[in-house]
């Protein structure tokens, strides 16, 4: 099973939020956060912000949160007694426009009149595309919360964690050489030839349609690990995508690249 992680890094559509370094410590900055409110913001979009308010409802368990409106979220974003939980927008340097939606965590506190990319950043998780979502990323939300609170306290034990980003959940690949890997066949490159594909399922690699991937999310199937990633829908120079693999049971990470 070894070759076949290996292998499929090659091949599935790459990406990675990667943590913004801090002057300070980030452990020490945040060694607060299960203490303080974290404000849950809704962005307006009704679609998008029941389904949000039901799995943080069902599955926050790190620290209090309260729900709040993006005008309060202004009214109180230089207040260091609160964090804040949001989905944002990521433009990278080369980009016209937004490309992806983050799932974005940042600590309250000075600075953040200039902009959330001057606040301290927790961990930004991409989740769907800016533009036009699949809807996808709905199926995946509770994995998403999940990795985020998983992350968050891993960064208060360990700075490693803390400026590695995401990224420093790929150390959990080598303990998956037991793990069923599922790939939906529209997270892979379109350039994957045919030779690669049969090597895949040589290697015992699962490829499945987008909903029958999606089915083993939804129903906590043991000891597997499905395909996610998070692309823009009209890519261009300078875009980026991100791939990642979820247990889809214990939703934990085990890899997450940024291409």
Same mark, same amino acid.
């Given at each position: 099973?070894?070759?076949?992680?290996?292998?499929?890094?090659?091949?599935?559509?790459?990406?990675?939020?990667?943590?913004?370094?801090?002057?300070?410590?980030?452990?020490?900055?945040?060694?607060?956060?299960?203490? =303080?409110?974290?404000?849950?913001?809704?962005?307006?979009?009704?679609?998008?912000?029941?389904?949000?308010?039901?799995?943080?409802?069902?599955?926050?368990?790190?620290? @209090?949160?309260?729900?709040?409106?993006?005008?309060?979220?202004?009214?109180?974003?230089?207040?260091?007694?609160?964090?804040?939980?949001?989905?944002?927008?990521?433009?990278?340097?080369?980009?016209? +426009? @937004?490309?992806?939606?983050?799932?974005?965590?940042?600590?309250?506190? =000075?600075?953040?009149?200039?902009?959330?990319?001057?606040?301290?950043?927790?961990?930004?998780?991409? &989740?769907?595309?800016?533009?036009?979502?699949?809807?996808?990323?709905?199926?995946?939300?509770? +994995? &998403?919360?999940?990795?985020?609170?998983?992350?968050?306290?891993?960064?208060?034990?360990?700075?490693?964690?803390?400026?590695?980003?995401?990224?420093?959940?790929?150390?959990?690949?080598?303990?998956?050489?037991?793990?069923?890997?599922?790939?939906?066949?529209?997270?892979?490159?379109?350039?994957?030839?045919?030779?690669?594909?049969?090597?895949?399922?040589?290697?015992?690699?699962?490829?499945?349609?987008?909903?029958?991937?999606?089915?083993?999310?939804?129903?906590?199937?043991?000891?597997?690990?499905?395909?996610?990633?998070?692309? @823009?829908?009209?890519?261009?120079?300078?875009?980026?995508?991100?791939?990642?693999?979820?247990?889809?049971?214990?939703?934990?990470?085990?890899? &997450?690249?940024?291409?």
């Amino acid at each position: 099973m070894r070759k076949a992680i290996i292998f499929i890094i090659s091949i599935i559509l790459p990406i990675a939020a990667s943590a913004q370094a801090q002057i300070n410590t980030k452990k020490v900055k945040i060694s607060d956060f299960t203490q =303080k409110i974290t404000k849950v913001v809704l962005n307006g979009n009704d679609f998008f912000d029941i389904t949000f308010q039901e799995e943080i409802t069902a599955g926050w368990r790190i620290s @209090p949160y309260e729900f709040c409106t993006l005008e309060e979220f202004e009214q109180l974003k230089d207040n260091e007694n609160y964090y804040f939980l949001m989905a944002t927008y990521g433009q990278f340097r080369k980009e016209t +426009a @937004p490309g992806l939606q983050f799932l974005t965590l940042v600590k309250g506190g =000075k600075g953040a009149d200039k902009g959330i990319g001057h606040m301290l950043e927790i961990v930004s998780l991409p &989740f769907a595309s800016a533009e036009y979502p699949s809807g996808r990323e709905l199926v995946f939300l509770p +994995a &998403f919360l999940n990795i985020i609170q998983n992350h968050t306290l891993a960064s208060m034990e360990n700075d490693y964690n803390g400026y590695g980003g995401l990224a420093s959940n790929n150390i959990n690949l080598g303990k998956a050489d037991d793990l069923e890997i599922i790939i939906s066949e529209d997270d892979l490159s379109e350039d994957v030839t045919q030779e690669q594909l049969d090597k895949m399922k040589d290697n015992g690699i699962i490829l499945t349609d987008e909903d029958d991937a999606d089915q083993y999310m939804t129903d906590g199937v043991p000891g597997t690990l499905v395909s996610y990633v998070a692309i @823009p829908s009209e890519p261009v120079a300078g875009s980026f995508c991100y791939k990642m693999l979820i247990d889809t049971q214990t939703h934990k990470l085990y890899y &997450f690249k940024r291409h």
